[in-house]
Structure formats: C-alpha cells, structure tokens
C-alpha cells in the first residue's frame, strides 16, 4: 500500500533543528504544501511568525502558529517534526501519534525512557501513526544496524564538544568550562545514562544504541575539550561482520551551540524525502521520472536583490555569532555596527540564542 504524500506539515518548535528543516525543505519543493502550523509557547509565537515569513510563500498556501497541541492537530498535519527536546516528545508524541499522524522524532534521546518508549510504540499501534526515528547529527546508522545482524560485541561512543557547549549541564558541577585547558571526560556510562543525564547532548548516543547494541550496553564517554571548535561524534564498533569506526565533525547550530547543524538538514532530508519519495510517494501506480526526481532541477522561485542580501547579512551575522560564542559587543565590533543594530538585525532573523521549546 503506498503511504499518502506529505501536503500538510505540524511541527513542535521554531528554534534552529526547525529553522534549518524549514529552509532546506522550501529550496526542494516543486509547489507550495498545502499547510504548514508550527507549536510553540506564546511567547515564542513572534520567532515562528518571523521563520514562516521567511520561508516565503513557496512554504505552504497557509500557515499557522498555535500554542495549543489540540489546535495543531485541527490543522490535520499528515506529519508532525518533533524539534523542541525531550519534553515535547514526552508531553505531545502519544496523542499526535493516536491521532493518525506520523511523527519524526529528533531528540531521540527521550527514548532512552522506557516509560516514554512504552507509551510512544502504543499510541503508534493504536492511532495508526508512525513513530520514525532519522539519523540525527550522526553518520554510519546503515553499516551499524546491518553489523547488528552478524552479531555487535561492543560499541563505544565518544562525543566531545568544546566547554561551552556544556554550559547548562551537569558537566559545570565537575568540571570549570570556563578556564578548562586540556580535554577532560566527565561522563562514562551508559547510553541510557547519558541520554537521561544530559537530554540535550547525548542524542546521538541514544540513536546508535537503538541502532545497535541496547541502551544498556552502548558505552559512552563525553568530554569538554578546548581545543575543538566543533561538535565531534566517534563511534567503533566490534561485530562480527567486522569492526570499524566513524569520526563526524559537525558544525554547530549558530543559535544554540549544543545543537549540530547536521541535526537539522537530517529532519530535512526526511521530510523532503516525504514529498519526493518514489517508490511509497509516487502520485500514481506508474513511477514517473519526477517521482524519482530524475528532470533537471529548475529553481522555482526567482529571488530578488533584496532577499540575496539578506541571506548573506544574516550568514555574517550567524559566522561571527559563531566566531566570538555569542559575545555580542565583539561581534557588533567585527561587523562594524552598534549593539542595538545587532540586536534588531538578530531579531529580524530570528537568531535568538537557544532554542524554542514548546508550551508547558
């Protein structure tokens, strides 16, 4: 049976996971979805509104910003990207997914609950929705999952970011990120552990342990190293089908540096993938050269001076954010503008510094 195609889309948050699955996702569209809502809390409804501009209308015919699940559901997403954290697959994935939606779920860390997993897998089963887990900020899911069938006999994950990524956490008690001057390891354990230690770092161990190996037996060390710029993701694996081991190097969300960009264009691949997939996607019974996305790609917007400007305005803004760790005076200084101007044009494009999370 083939899977209806995706032309109405929900999703749960406005920070940078959906601004990055938004934008890549418009690039790919031939036409417009039919409707695209986003959940946020009220006060964050201003930074949705400014995103959805953004996007333009080459998005979606119609497009909503809600505060109520309930609302959001009204809407009839044929999908729901989950991008706002744990919470939100705690508090809002059994009842998208009882009410027929499929649901793409990023901060797979959340499962490392059983609890969370139970009710998740039942709602699934009783609603007809599907539960899909993408990659995330992570490579090499394909050849660990296969490895799986032969038999895993250890996989160790190592995720090492640069101090201040692991403000906020646990990890400030052990360690001073702020003179840290050698690479230092302040977890190891589990990846469930770590997953419900550090909900917002520990993802991609969750998404190989569910890959491969358990939750309780995927090994992971985490460290604040200085002397990486970088959110950097290594995983070995002994099967036996054979061992081996990836290195990932990602760059960081500019607006929440716990976030690797890699997260992002991983939500957009699948829900592209929604619209443009052939063989589930196809429109009719026979598989056209459009449905495998074989026709030269021709641009179907044509974007003004204005638009070309400010996508490199906010690429300025978004690389020294980067460059200075959100210290705006430096960041205003290397620009060659006011702070105040700094903050109207980071407003403008919804460069907030963390991520939108979703109403209590």
Known sequence: ?????????????AGGIAELALTSLVKALDAPLDHVAILV?????PQARVLLERCGPALAAATAVHSDLKALLADRPDVVAECAGHVAVRDYGATVLEAGCDLIVISIGSL???AIRGR??????????RLVLPAGAVGGIDALASARLSGLEEVIYTGRKPPKAWKGTPAEKLLDLDTLKD????FEGSARDAAQTYPFNANVAATLAIAGIGLDATKVRLVADPGVTRNVHEFAVRSGCGDFSVRLEGRPSASNPKTSQLAGYSM????????RRAIVMADSRVISAKDLDLLPWVPTQVRTLEEIRAEAERTAIEQALLRHCHRLTEVAAELGISRITLYRLM?????????SGVPA
Do not use: H, Q, W
């Open 347 to 355: 407003c403008r494009y919804g460069l907030r510094g963390d991520e």
């Open 120 to 129: 998740l897998e039942a709602a699934a089963k009783s609603g007809g929705g």
């Open 41 to 45: 809390p009220a006060d964050a409804a």
């Open 1 to 13: 049976m083939m899977a209806k195609k995706m032309t109405r889309l929900g999703l749960i948050g």
């Open 268 to 275: 957009a691949r699948e829900l592209i993938n929604r619209v």
């Open 183 to 186: 690479a230092a390891v302040f």
């Open 112 to 114: 490392a609950d059983d």
